[in-house]
T-cell receptor, first 114, second 115 residues
Protein backbone atom coordinates (compact mmCIF):
# COMPACT_ATOMS: atom_id res chain seq x y z
CA UNK A 1 0.00 0.00 0.00
CA UNK A 2 0.85 3.65 -0.13
CA UNK A 3 3.21 5.17 2.43
CA UNK A 4 3.55 8.92 2.86
CA UNK A 5 6.44 10.49 4.74
CA UNK A 6 6.26 14.10 5.86
CA UNK A 7 8.95 16.47 7.14
CA UNK A 8 9.55 18.31 9.32
CA UNK A 9 7.32 17.30 12.22
CA UNK A 10 7.57 20.80 13.68
CA UNK A 11 8.39 24.03 11.87
CA UNK A 12 8.76 27.40 13.54
CA UNK A 13 9.06 30.51 11.36
CA UNK A 14 8.92 34.23 11.94
CA UNK A 15 5.76 35.99 10.86
CA UNK A 16 6.19 37.18 7.29
CA UNK A 17 8.70 34.50 6.38
CA UNK A 18 8.02 31.50 4.14
CA UNK A 19 7.36 27.95 5.26
CA UNK A 20 8.00 24.79 3.27
CA UNK A 21 6.72 21.34 4.15
CA UNK A 22 7.83 18.30 2.20
CA UNK A 23 6.27 14.90 1.57
CA UNK A 24 7.30 11.77 -0.27
CA UNK A 25 5.10 8.91 -1.38
CA UNK A 26 5.83 5.34 -2.33
CA UNK A 27 3.11 4.25 -4.77
CA UNK A 28 3.78 5.50 -8.30
CA UNK A 29 0.09 4.89 -9.11
CA UNK A 30 -0.97 7.67 -6.72
CA UNK A 31 -1.95 10.75 -8.65
CA UNK A 32 -3.92 12.98 -6.31
CA UNK A 33 -2.18 14.92 -3.54
CA UNK A 34 -4.21 17.13 -1.20
CA UNK A 35 -3.00 19.22 1.71
CA UNK A 36 -5.14 19.64 4.80
CA UNK A 37 -4.88 22.17 7.60
CA UNK A 38 -6.09 21.13 11.02
CA UNK A 39 -6.47 23.58 13.88
CA UNK A 40 -6.54 22.23 17.40
CA UNK A 41 -9.66 20.16 18.02
CA UNK A 42 -11.13 20.85 14.60
CA UNK A 43 -11.70 18.97 11.39
CA UNK A 44 -9.08 18.73 8.63
CA UNK A 45 -9.76 21.41 6.04
CA UNK A 46 -8.54 21.10 2.46
CA UNK A 47 -6.33 24.06 1.58
CA UNK A 48 -4.94 23.02 -1.79
CA UNK A 49 -4.58 19.91 -3.92
CA UNK A 50 -2.69 18.86 -7.03
CA UNK A 51 -3.07 16.11 -9.58
CA UNK A 52 -0.25 14.31 -11.30
CA UNK A 53 -0.73 16.00 -14.65
CA UNK A 54 0.28 19.31 -13.09
CA UNK A 55 3.68 20.27 -11.68
CA UNK A 56 2.66 23.29 -9.65
CA UNK A 57 -0.47 24.98 -8.39
CA UNK A 58 -0.84 28.27 -6.59
CA UNK A 59 -3.63 29.86 -4.60
CA UNK A 60 -2.71 33.28 -3.19
CA UNK A 61 -0.05 32.68 -0.51
CA UNK A 62 -0.17 28.91 -0.84
CA UNK A 63 1.49 26.81 -3.52
CA UNK A 64 2.09 23.11 -4.03
CA UNK A 65 4.75 21.55 -6.26
CA UNK A 66 4.87 17.95 -7.43
CA UNK A 67 7.78 15.95 -8.78
CA UNK A 68 6.36 12.63 -10.01
CA UNK A 69 9.73 11.25 -10.99
CA UNK A 70 11.11 11.70 -7.50
CA UNK A 71 7.71 11.00 -5.88
CA UNK A 72 7.70 14.05 -3.71
CA UNK A 73 5.51 17.08 -3.30
CA UNK A 74 5.80 20.20 -1.21
CA UNK A 75 3.63 22.88 0.33
CA UNK A 76 4.88 26.47 0.26
CA UNK A 77 3.31 29.21 2.36
CA UNK A 78 4.61 32.72 1.77
CA UNK A 79 4.20 35.81 3.96
CA UNK A 80 3.12 33.67 6.90
CA UNK A 81 0.57 35.07 9.34
CA UNK A 82 -0.36 34.03 12.91
CA UNK A 83 -3.53 32.36 11.64
CA UNK A 84 -1.38 29.98 9.60
CA UNK A 85 -0.38 28.27 12.85
CA UNK A 86 -1.85 24.76 12.71
CA UNK A 87 -0.98 21.17 11.87
CA UNK A 88 -0.65 20.53 8.16
CA UNK A 89 -1.12 17.07 6.66
CA UNK A 90 -0.18 15.94 3.19
CA UNK A 91 -1.96 12.96 1.66
CA UNK A 92 -1.97 10.81 -1.44
CA UNK A 93 -4.51 8.68 -3.27
CA UNK A 94 -5.75 7.71 -6.69
CA UNK A 95 -8.44 10.08 -7.97
CA UNK A 96 -11.66 9.10 -9.67
CA UNK A 97 -13.77 6.18 -8.62
CA UNK A 98 -13.66 7.31 -5.05
CA UNK A 99 -12.91 3.94 -3.52
CA UNK A 100 -9.41 4.81 -2.40
CA UNK A 101 -9.01 6.38 0.96
CA UNK A 102 -6.41 9.04 1.54
CA UNK A 103 -3.07 8.02 3.00
CA UNK A 104 -1.90 10.82 5.25
CA UNK A 105 1.53 11.89 6.36
CA UNK A 106 2.20 12.30 10.08
CA UNK A 107 1.66 16.03 10.01
CA UNK A 108 3.73 19.16 10.49
CA UNK A 109 3.05 21.48 13.40
CA UNK A 110 3.62 24.94 11.95
CA UNK A 111 4.27 27.65 14.50
CA UNK A 112 4.29 31.27 13.40
CA UNK A 113 6.36 33.40 15.76
CA UNK A 114 5.16 37.02 16.05
CA UNK B 1 -21.91 25.80 2.32
CA UNK B 2 -23.00 22.17 2.82
CA UNK B 3 -21.18 20.28 5.56
CA UNK B 4 -20.66 16.74 6.72
CA UNK B 5 -22.22 16.50 10.18
CA UNK B 6 -21.31 14.00 12.88
CA UNK B 7 -22.95 13.06 16.14
CA UNK B 8 -22.21 12.89 18.96
CA UNK B 9 -19.26 15.22 19.28
CA UNK B 10 -17.99 13.23 22.26
CA UNK B 11 -18.83 9.66 23.23
CA UNK B 12 -17.67 8.06 26.45
CA UNK B 13 -18.06 4.32 26.82
CA UNK B 14 -16.90 1.43 28.92
CA UNK B 15 -14.51 -1.14 27.47
CA UNK B 16 -16.45 -3.98 25.85
CA UNK B 17 -19.49 -1.88 25.05
CA UNK B 18 -20.84 -1.29 21.56
CA UNK B 19 -20.85 2.22 20.12
CA UNK B 20 -22.42 3.68 17.01
CA UNK B 21 -21.01 6.84 15.53
CA UNK B 22 -23.27 8.73 13.18
CA UNK B 23 -22.58 10.83 10.12
CA UNK B 24 -24.73 12.71 7.65
CA UNK B 25 -22.70 13.16 4.46
CA UNK B 26 -23.28 16.02 2.05
CA UNK B 27 -26.58 15.28 0.34
CA UNK B 28 -25.52 14.67 -3.27
CA UNK B 29 -22.28 12.87 -2.40
CA UNK B 30 -21.86 9.26 -3.37
CA UNK B 31 -18.72 8.03 -1.59
CA UNK B 32 -18.37 7.97 2.16
CA UNK B 33 -15.39 7.34 4.39
CA UNK B 34 -14.43 6.81 7.98
CA UNK B 35 -11.03 7.82 9.33
CA UNK B 36 -9.63 7.81 12.82
CA UNK B 37 -7.00 9.97 14.47
CA UNK B 38 -5.41 8.86 17.72
CA UNK B 39 -4.43 11.87 19.81
CA UNK B 40 -1.31 13.52 18.43
CA UNK B 41 -1.01 11.15 15.49
CA UNK B 42 -1.89 11.18 11.82
CA UNK B 43 -5.29 10.61 10.30
CA UNK B 44 -5.73 6.94 9.29
CA UNK B 45 -8.11 5.57 6.69
CA UNK B 46 -10.58 2.95 7.94
CA UNK B 47 -13.12 2.27 5.21
CA UNK B 48 -14.79 3.64 2.09
CA UNK B 49 -18.40 2.96 1.10
CA UNK B 50 -20.25 3.30 -2.18
CA UNK B 51 -23.57 2.07 -3.47
CA UNK B 52 -24.44 0.47 -0.16
CA UNK B 53 -21.33 -1.61 0.15
CA UNK B 54 -17.75 -1.36 1.32
CA UNK B 55 -15.37 -0.35 -1.48
CA UNK B 56 -12.11 -0.57 0.40
CA UNK B 57 -11.00 -1.11 3.95
CA UNK B 58 -7.71 -0.86 5.80
CA UNK B 59 -6.16 -3.46 8.08
CA UNK B 60 -7.40 -1.41 11.05
CA UNK B 61 -11.00 -2.15 10.01
CA UNK B 62 -11.29 -5.61 11.51
CA UNK B 63 -14.32 -7.68 12.46
CA UNK B 64 -15.09 -5.38 15.38
CA UNK B 65 -16.02 -2.62 12.94
CA UNK B 66 -18.98 -2.36 10.61
CA UNK B 67 -20.56 0.39 8.55
CA UNK B 68 -24.08 0.90 7.41
CA UNK B 69 -26.24 3.34 5.54
CA UNK B 70 -29.55 2.65 7.27
CA UNK B 71 -31.50 5.29 5.37
CA UNK B 72 -30.98 7.88 2.67
CA UNK B 73 -29.04 10.28 4.83
CA UNK B 74 -27.15 8.58 7.66
CA UNK B 75 -23.87 6.70 7.49
CA UNK B 76 -22.85 4.89 10.66
CA UNK B 77 -19.74 3.28 12.08
CA UNK B 78 -20.31 0.59 14.69
CA UNK B 79 -17.63 -0.74 16.99
CA UNK B 80 -18.93 -3.98 18.41
CA UNK B 81 -16.84 -4.39 21.55
CA UNK B 82 -14.72 -1.34 22.27
CA UNK B 83 -11.14 -1.59 23.46
CA UNK B 84 -9.02 1.03 25.19
CA UNK B 85 -7.02 1.50 22.01
CA UNK B 86 -10.17 2.48 20.10
CA UNK B 87 -10.03 5.82 21.91
CA UNK B 88 -9.53 8.35 19.12
CA UNK B 89 -11.18 11.03 17.05
CA UNK B 90 -13.30 9.49 14.30
CA UNK B 91 -13.89 11.53 11.19
CA UNK B 92 -16.46 10.91 8.51
CA UNK B 93 -15.83 12.27 5.01
CA UNK B 94 -17.64 12.28 1.69
CA UNK B 95 -17.05 13.11 -1.95
CA UNK B 96 -19.31 13.55 -4.94
CA UNK B 97 -17.12 11.27 -7.03
CA UNK B 98 -18.66 11.14 -10.47
CA UNK B 99 -16.88 14.11 -11.99
CA UNK B 100 -13.51 12.80 -10.97
CA UNK B 101 -13.29 15.31 -8.17
CA UNK B 102 -11.58 13.73 -5.22
CA UNK B 103 -12.00 16.51 -2.70
CA UNK B 104 -12.95 14.87 0.56
CA UNK B 105 -15.00 16.96 2.92
CA UNK B 106 -14.53 16.05 6.56
CA UNK B 107 -17.00 16.24 9.40
CA UNK B 108 -16.06 17.82 12.72
CA UNK B 109 -15.42 14.39 14.21
CA UNK B 110 -16.56 12.33 17.18
CA UNK B 111 -14.16 11.96 20.06
CA UNK B 112 -14.49 8.43 21.40
CA UNK B 113 -13.18 7.83 24.91
CA UNK B 114 -13.08 4.19 26.04
CA UNK B 115 -12.66 3.78 29.79
Amino acid sequence: GENVEQHPSTLSVQEGDSAVIKCTYSDSASNYFPWYKQELGKRPQLIIDIRSNVGEKKDQRIAVTLNKTAKHFSLHITETQPEDSAVYFCAASSPGGGADGLTFGKGTHLIIQP
Amino acid sequence: EPEVTQTPSHQVTQMGQEVILRCVPISNHLYFYWYRQILGQKVEFLVSFYNNEISEKSEIFDDQFSVERPDGSNFTLKIRSTKLEDSAMYFCASIFGLTGSSIQYFGAGTRLSVL
